[in-house]
């Protein structure tokens, strides 16, 4: 492999991944769609670029998005985000089951999916990608009504580990004739405690730690936040707990924290999430293989369908009943639970473990975030609009 042919070839892509969100604002298409489709334009099926790692992608993915995540706490308001707390709380829980269960009931009782494909699809596209909400609402020029966009950036933010709890104990209930439900509600009992302990020890400790001692020069205090990230997931992986939620958490209490370059600081993080951002996309872009998308394309639509007009709205309307959010709001909620990295990432686990059919459930949720993001992430201002929720 030549050095000089890999960093040109990597310079030319980062440079058309940033003049692509001119367009993207412009016509008002997600920028993903563009990270995405050039992975696919530069793979196996256009330019020849091979590549089937479903573990490194796993590994980079996993890598990419816990600095999103971090620099989506990092500008996420505490006092904004506060009154929804409860409400974001159940939406990233329960709504998620919700959402995988009802998912799970059309695909196998209306289209007759097998048990197996139904239960991972269900469990995998369950959740709100965290990516996809934070580009998609905060490139929009106008602000919505008062405690909407904190309450979907909270609950895409924190409804990850929910997503992935989900997601491999379905993989082991599949796989593990000794599986317990009850292990399972543990772990995530655990593994949710721990994740916002550890979040708040690490978001506090390194406020601290920049207020007690200021750093010799300003470039470092970027790379002070990189080992906060890298630091905040891998040990509360490593205690078992969840990563994800760690370093949204971290981010959240920096964010809100007053200290030395606090916004050339939050401003590194944000150009950083952008580069994982592209990078993860990319990168899922080259796993897949075009030319396998038609035969999908049925049933990849089917299931947009029932996830996005049943699955999704139910769950919204059951988590937010009796709450002050009126029918206008809890529609626009449901229409903002669109899809992107997360559900293609845990698509990769099916892949790593060499399930039967993984490569076909791959297909399917890989058109199935394509479909999401271009209608609802393309429609969702209109739609706001039509609410009158601006």
């Known amino acids: 492999m030549n050095l000089n ?3 040109a070839t990597s310079g030319i892509l980062l440079l058309i991944c940033v003049y692509a969100n001119r367009i993207s604002i412009r016509y008002g298409i997600p920028s993903l769609l563009f990270f995405l489709g050039l992975g696919m334009i530069v793979g196996s099926d256009g330019l020849g670029i091979q590549f089937s790692n479903a573990h490194l992608a796993n590994y980079a993915g996993t890598f990419a998005l816990a600095f999103i995540l971090f620099s989506g706490g ?3 308001k505490w006092a904004e985000i506060k009154p929804t707390l409860n409400r974001g709380s159940i939406l990233s829980t329960l709504g998620v089951l919700l959402t995988a269960i009802f998912l799970f009931i059309c695909t196998h009782y209306i289209l007759r999916l097998s048990y197996e494909i139904s239960l991972l699809l269900s469990v995998i596209v369950s959740s709100t990608d965290a990516p996809a909400v934070f580009s998609i609402l905060r490139s929009q020029k106008k602000e919505l009504k008062s405690g909407l966009k904190p309450l979907l950036e909270f609950e895409s933010g924190s409804n990850d580990p929910m997503a992935v709890l989900l997601s491999l104990g379905a993989l082991n209930s599949l796989s593990d004739p000794d599986f317990s439900i009850y292990t399972m509600l543990e772990n995530f009992i655990w593994q949710m405690s721990l994740g916002l302990a ?5 978001g506090q400790l390194s406020c601290y730690v920049l207020r007690r001692w200021n750093l010799v ?4 205090y970027p790379v002070f936040g990189i080992s906060v990230v890298l630091l905040t997931y891998s040990l509360t992986q490593l205690l078992d707990g969840n990563g994800f939620l760690a370093v949204y958490i971290a981010g959240i209490i920096m964010g809100n924290t007053v200290f030395l370059y606090r916004r050339h600081f939050i401003n590194f993080q944000d150009s950083l999430a952008w580069i994982m951002q592209i990078g993860m996309f990319l990168l899922l872009g080259l796993l897949v293989n075009p030319h396998e998308l038609p035969a999908v394309f049925p049933i990849s639509l089917l299931c947009a369908a029932f996830l996005i007009f049943i699955a999704r709205p139910l769950a919204v309307f059951t988590c937010l009943y009796k709450s002050n959010y009126t ?3 809890k529609i626009f909620i449901s229409w903002a639970g669109f899809k992107g990295a997360v559900p293609i990432i845990l698509a990769t686990y099916p ?6 059919d993984s490569g076909y459930l791959f297909n399917i949720i890989f058109f199935l975030v394509i479909l999401s ?5 393309n429609s969702l201002p209109h739609l706001a609009k039509k609410l009158k929720l601006y």
């Open 327 to 329: 029918t206008a709001d």
């Open 198 to 202: 550890a979040g708040y020890v690490f």
């Open 351 to 356: 892949l790593m473990y060499n399930y039967p």
């Open 5 to 7: 042919l890999v960093m």
């Open 74 to 76: 990092l500008d996420t």
């Open 373 to 377: 993001v271009l209608v609802q992430g």
């Open 217 to 220: 020069y300003p470039g470092l």
